[in-house]
Structure formats: structure tokens, C-alpha cells
């Protein structure tokens, strides 16, 4: 089992920035490739970024490229999405998960645990 916890989520205005952090207990979690989603309200939960098992790759969906930064410390069981330039178009409920295996992923399917999430809203 992996236990994975949301913090970071909160309102800022257009421009500025957040970070989120997803602490996970349990399983070992070095052992997964890792990755955040969002989800609007009526809207399905889409891909935001990827990070394999050790860090060495990543993948951003192109909304997000150039402004959002994922990343993990293996050592605090802790994966983060440092967001700039925020938009309003960001403002999502954003979700961390964790695969079952070491390669990144960026479909919600190849993903098996879960948290509950954390809102970002970004003001115009």
C-alpha cells in the first residue's frame, strides 16, 4: 500500500506561483515512477507531469511546459510541482499518483494509488 498526501494548494493571482508537495508512506517509494493530474469542475482529469522512479526523466503536458517543475526527493518520500506564471486556466483540483512500476507514465489509467487532492485557484 501507498498512502500519498497533497499540501501546497491555495489562491494567488495571475502571475504568481505555488508549490505543491505529495508525501507518501508504505511501499517503497523510490520503486515508482510518480506523476501529478488535475481536474476541473466538468472537466475530466488531465495529465499535468511525469517523473520516473529516480528523477532522470520527466514529462509535462504542453500546457504546462516551461512553467511547471516536477521533481522528488526520494530520501523524504516527497514529490513536488513547483508552479510559475500561473493562470487561471490552472485553477484545477491537482492530484498525485504513483505507478506500479519504475517508467513514467501520462495516461490516469497506468496510475494505482491515489490522494485526495489539493485545490489550486488562480485569480484573473
Known amino acids: 500500500q501507498v498512502q500519498l498526501v497533497e499540501s501546497g494548494g491555495g489562491l494567488v493571482q495571475a502571475g504568481g506561483s505555488l508549490r505543491l508537495s505529495c508525501a507518501a508512506s508504505?511501499?517503497?517509494?523510490?520503486?515508482?515512477?510518480m506523476g501529478w493530474f488535475r481536474q476541473a469542475p466538468g472537466k475530466e482529469r488531465e495529465f499535468v507531469a511525469a517523473i520516473s522512479r529516480n528523477g532522470g526523466r520527466t514529462d509535462y503536458a504542453d500546457s504546462v511546459k516551461g512553467r511547471f517543475t516536477i521533481s522528488r526527493d526520494n530520501a523524504k518520500n516527497t514529490m513536488y510541482l513547483q508552479m510559475i506564471s500561473l493562470k487561471p486556466e490552472d485553477t484545477a483540483a491537482y492530484y498525485c499518483?504513483?505507478?506500479?512500476?519504475?517508467?513514467?507514465?501520462?495516461?490516469?489509467?497506468?496510475?494505482?494509488?491515489w490522494g485526495q487532492g489539493t485545490q489550486v485557484t488562480v485569480s484573473s
Open positions: 499518483a504513483a505507478r506500479l512500476v519504475p517508467r513514467l507514465g501520462v495516461r490516469a489509467n497506468e496510475y494505482y494509488y
Open positions: 508504505g511501499r517503497t517509494f523510490s520503486s515508482n515512477a
